[in-house]
């Protein structure tokens, strides 16, 4: 499984209100016409990324797919038939953003995070170790996603999860909370 992740943050001029009714009419489109491949999607606010809006006010999307195949696809899906005018409207609300592909590397995909923990593998441990060190973390439901093909601006790891997570040592990261956009029922 990967995943698309975009960041992106409203102009100066666009309230979240309706910023996140915006974005949750581009995820209700996508999720009712969804292209070859693609999964689910989440949305979610957040603050303190420093590769989004930088470290302030943000939010990001996951767009989950089943392989690197169903990248065209979604790519075409988002801008096109019944998708269309609720991605324009949502893309014409936005400061700015950036993106990234992770793959999913231990556990099971979460529909909506609430906790998102990013972090780098210490040059000294090897991926076995890093594994190791967060079997306990994975096996009690969080899921540990790894930036693919080195294109995303963050860090190469991150482990989500429904609650705040300690990582053990000697993993540092950067811990942020998830305000659940969408799924979340409303419109």
Request: overall charge neutral.
């Amino acid at each position: 499984m990967l995943a698309y992740v975009f960041w992106h943050w409203p102009r100066p001029d666009i309230g979240a209100a309706t910023y996140e009714t915006a974005q949750r009419r581009f995820h209700a489109a996508l999720a009712a016409a969804p292209p070859p491949g693609f999964t689910r999607s989440h949305s979610a606010a957040l603050h303190g990324a420093p590769w989004a809006a930088h470290g302030g006010d943000a939010y990001e999307d996951w767009y989950l797919v089943d392989a690197s195949a169903a990248l065209d696809p979604l790519n075409q899906a988002a801008v096109s038939a019944s998708r269309q005018a609720p991605h324009d409207a949502a893309a014409a609300l936005a400061a700015g953003g950036a993106a990234g592909i992770y793959a999913l590397r231990a556990g099971a995909a979460l529909a909506a995070p609430t906790h998102a923990t990013w972090f780098a593998k210490p040059p000294s441990m090897t991926y076995a170790q890093l594994d190791t060190a967060l079997r306990e973390l994975v096996a009690a439901g969080a899921c540990l996603w790894m930036r693919y093909m080195v294109l995303g601006p963050t860090p190469e790891f991150c482990l989500h999860s429904g609650e705040e997570l300690r990582l053990p040592r000697p993993l540092e990261g950067i811990g942020l909370s998830l305000r659940t956009v969408w799924p979340n029922g409303r419109l």
